[in-house]
Nanobody, 119 residues
Framework: QVQLVESGGGSVQPGGSLRLSCAAS????????MNWYRQTPGKQRELVAM???????GYADSVKGRFTISRDNAKNTVYLQMNNLKPEDTAVYYC?????????????WGQGTQVTVSS
């Protein structure tokens, strides 16, 4: 079984920065893609950023140039550096990993962490 633990959310003023972390633990798994999603009440969860096992990153248009996703494969951890935050970035942020567990590909989700951007 794989468990994800997120940290780093909180409240910040517009223009501020936060760094989210998500660490995967368990045994018998091999991570491929690592992703960050976010969700606000009444809306669908949206993909914010993704990073492949080889380090190729992609971003939603709304966060390009402000957010940076990175990963530490030795620690099975993915990060999301969020700069120049805007009120519209307020959401619950979820990490998501895609992993091989034996011969199966499975997705796992973190518990979510609240990010609030407000003056």
């Amino acid at each position: 079984q794989v468990q994800l633990v997120e940290s780093g959310g909180g409240s910040v003023q517009p223009g501020g920065s936060l760094r989210l972390s998500c660490a995967a633990s368990g045994s018998g798994f091999s991570i491929t893609d690592m992703n960050w999603y976010r969700q606000t009440p009444g809306k669908q969860r949206e993909l914010v950023a993704m990073i492949s096992s080889g380090g190729t990153a992609g971003y939603a248009d709304s966060v390009k140039g402000r957010f940076t996703i990175s990963r530490d494969n030795a620690k099975n951890t993915v990060y999301l550096q969020m700069n120049n935050l805007k009120p519209e970035d307020t959401a619950v942020y979820y990490c998501n990993i895609v992993a091989w567990v034996g011969v199966r590909v499975t997705q796992y989700w973190g518990q979510g962490t609240q990010v609030t951007v407000s003056s």
